[in-house]
Each structure stands twice: as C-alpha cells, then as structure tokens.
C-alpha cells in the first residue's frame, strides 16, 4: 500500500468516527423531542377527554322525583317530578318498590301511576310534571275516614328514576325515598282562609257564602303558587 491510498483511507475512518460522534447528539435531540411530543400528545387527550366529561356533567339533565303535599288540599300528596339540569331528559321512566308488605290497591289514581310511570316521555330542563299520589278521605268534620279505604300509592318506598341525555348511550338512574310514615316532617301549607259565617237567613247571607268560599278558594291557589 502506497502513502497517498493509506492517507486516504485513513481520512476516511476519521472522518466515519466524527460524523458518527456528531451524530450522537442529533440523535438523542430526536429522541428526546419525540417523547416530549407524546408526552404532550397524551396530555392533551386527557385534557381534552376531561374537558369533555366536565362539559357533560355541567350541561346533562338531573331529575328529582319527591312526594309533596297534594295541590287539591291537604288530605292529597302529589308526585313531583323535576329536571334542575342544562338538557332535556330523554327517555324517563319511572318505577316504585313499596316498602315491607305494603301494596298497590288497584284503583284509577295506581293505574294512571302504573301507565304513566312505562310510558317514555322527555322532559324539557326547568321544567316538571306534578301528579296525584295519594289521597287520604275525611269526613265531614276533616278527620281520615276509617270506613273509606286511602286511595293512591303506599306511604313509603323507593322511587327510582331512569333517563338518558343527548347521548343516547349515557344512560342515568337515581332512587329517592317516599316517607310519608312516622317520618314524614309536618308539611306546611297555604292558610284556607275565612270560615263562612253561619246565619240561618239563607235569603241574605246566600251571596256571602258563595263569597266567602271564593277568597278561601283564592286564598289558597296563590299559596300553591311557588310550591
């Protein structure tokens, strides 16, 4: 071998070693950027995944079913059925378990349950449905009335609620409680108003009767107004 071609070939073995040594630090820049870019990549699907978990849980419909005193006097409770969510609630539907052996005497207002609870509806966000659940029947003088059986559902139980949101795949279902056994609160209600006043000259007093009777009906309905 001759001077010049060892010269040459040593030229270029030097030459292989210092791009191989230079190429060392392009090669772990690369690596590095390439896992800071998934690193940012993976972090911005999780960003974006709970951004988009959060704006369902603030924008889906939440529906609140309680039994409240009736809207037709005080001796009646009523089913309210409320969606206090940003979405109307699709698909609701309703079902009751009684407590213990309590049962379902099969007159209208447990039939209307019955078919209003399997019947699919929406119901618009703000919005609530109010319906009869149970009826306790008086005498004359306003005491529950042993000889006429309660109508309506039972006292306690669990109401559970299901629906679903835009989503048709986000399904939601929810219990409450009915308690309106021993531990139901003392509910208050409107005032009635005026007793009619009691005088045996029909002839005169007939139009302040029907007076009378009116304010109390009166008084009453604007009472019920923010219930």
Request: glycine share 4%; net charge negative; hydrophobic share 35%.
């Amino acid at each position: 071998m001759n001077i010049p071609d060892f010269f040459n070939e040593s030229l270029a073995a030097w030459a292989a070693v210092a791009t191989a040594i230079l190429t060392l630090p392009i090669a772990f820049t690369a690596v590095w950027a390439g896992v800071n870019a998934k690193k940012t990549l993976d972090a911005s699907r999780e960003a974006n995944e709970q951004a988009r978990v959060d704006s369902i849980a603030q924008t889906r419909p939440y529906v609140y079913a309680e039994v409240v005193p009736g809207l037709s006097g005080t001796t009646t409770y009523d089913l309210k059925i409320t969606n206090t969510g940003r979405s109307a609630a699709r698909n609701l539907t309703l079902s009751f378990e009684p407590q213990d052996d309590q049962s379902n005497t099969a007159d209208d207002i447990v039939q209307a349950l019955e078919r209003f609870f399997k019947a699919p509806r929406v119901l618009p966000p703000g919005s609530s449905i109010r319906t009869w659940w149970r009826i306790i029947n008086v005498d004359n003088d306003g005491k529950p009335d042993e000889r006429r059986s309660t109508s309506g559902m039972p006292e306690a139980g669990v109401l559970t609620v299901r629906y679903t949101s835009e989503d048709p795949y986000a399904e939601h279902e929810d219990q409450f409680e009915v308690m309106l056994d021993e531990r139901a609160p003392l509910w208050p209600v409107p005032e009635d108003g005026l007793n009619t006043p009691e005088r045996n000259d029909a002839d005169v007093y007939t139009w302040l009767k029907h007076f009378y009777e009116l304010g109390k009906t009166m008084v009453r309905r604007i009472g019920e107004i923010n219930r």
